[in-house]
């Protein structure tokens, strides 16, 4: 499981509706400097799909921007529609749906959320979980 505590929260590392909704906005505009500018350089970033129990692990600003540059040759057209925020200390939730059509036909259309936590209002941890979609019958 991904370690994503940073013992106490300092002065600071609390996030803010403001700050979220600046990094909610930042990862719509699909500009990749704009999106880092919100993390740290040591960074870590847990996508929700991935070759790793956790998904794919990222570790630092720069392999964060190549993955999220990647991404978005892919799907151009990502989108997340934030539903919710929640608050605790050094760490929040940021609970959405996103959208989009992938280059391989994909339709994306699931329910997800962040789990980000802080270190001087800036992102050291994010892990990203969104529901599978199945057409199977099973639990």
Do not use: Q
Request: glycine content about 8%; some cysteine.
């Amino acid at each position: 499981m991904p370690d994503a505590s940073t013992a106490t929260a300092a002065p600071g590392d609390s996030a803010t509706p403001e700050l979220m909704k600046a990094i909610s906005a930042a990862f719509n505009s699909r500009d990749v400097d704009r999106i880092v500018s919100f993390f740290t350089d040591d960074a870590t970033f847990w996508l929700a799909r991935g070759p790793e129990p956790v998904g794919r692990t990222l570790k630092g600003k720069e392999t964060i921007r190549k993955a999220l540059a990647d991404r978005f040759k892919v799907i151009p057209d990502m989108r997340w529609d934030h539903k919710e925020y929640i608050f605790a200390g050094n760490r929040a939730v940021s609970v959405w749906m996103v959208k989009g059509r992938g280059a391989d036909g994909e339709d994306l259309n699931y329910e997800g959320c962040d789990i980000y936590t802080f270190r001087g209002r800036k992102i050291c941890a994010k892990n990203t979980f969104w529901k599978m979609v199945e057409h199977k019958d099973r639990l």
